[in-house]
């Protein structure tokens, strides 16, 4: 059975800063590219930053210089490191692994950045 459990959301204040962490079970992690979204009421769930089994990150647009993921294969973990946060970051964010067309998700973790 696969497993993406998140943690470390919650309320931080505009410019600040908030880890998040996803732990993986039920999957060859290492084999996995790891990702985290965030989805906002009425939005479409939108990429936020993806780490591939080799250690190549992508990041949305609105995140890159200010967020940085990361993962260890032996911890079966992924990271999100946020900085700076703005109001507009406010969202749900999951994580999601996936290995060519498998995917899973986590059930989400919630991120409030108040002004």
């Known amino acids: 059975q696969v497993q993406l459990v998140e943690s470390g959301g919650g309320l931080v204040e505009a410019g600040g800063s908030l880890s998040l962490s996803c732990r993986a079970s039920?999957?060859?992690?290492?084999?996995?590219?790891m990702g985290w979204y965030r989805q906002t009421p009425g939005q479409q769930r939108e990429l936020v930053g993806a780490?591939?089994?080799?250690?190549?990150?992508y990041y949305g647009d609105s995140m890159k210089g200010r967020f940085t993921i990361s993962r260890d294969n032996d911890k079966k973990t992924v990271s999100l490191e946020m900085n700076r946060l703005k109001p507009e970051d406010t969202g749900i964010y999951y994580c999601?692994?996936?290995?060519?067309?498998?995917?899973?998700w986590g059930q989400g973790t919630q991120v409030t950045v108040s002004s």
């Open positions: 780490i591939t089994p080799v250690g190549s990150t």
């Open positions: 039920g999957i060859i992690f290492k084999a996995h590219i």
């Open positions: 999601k692994a996936h290995d060519g067309p498998r995917s899973y």
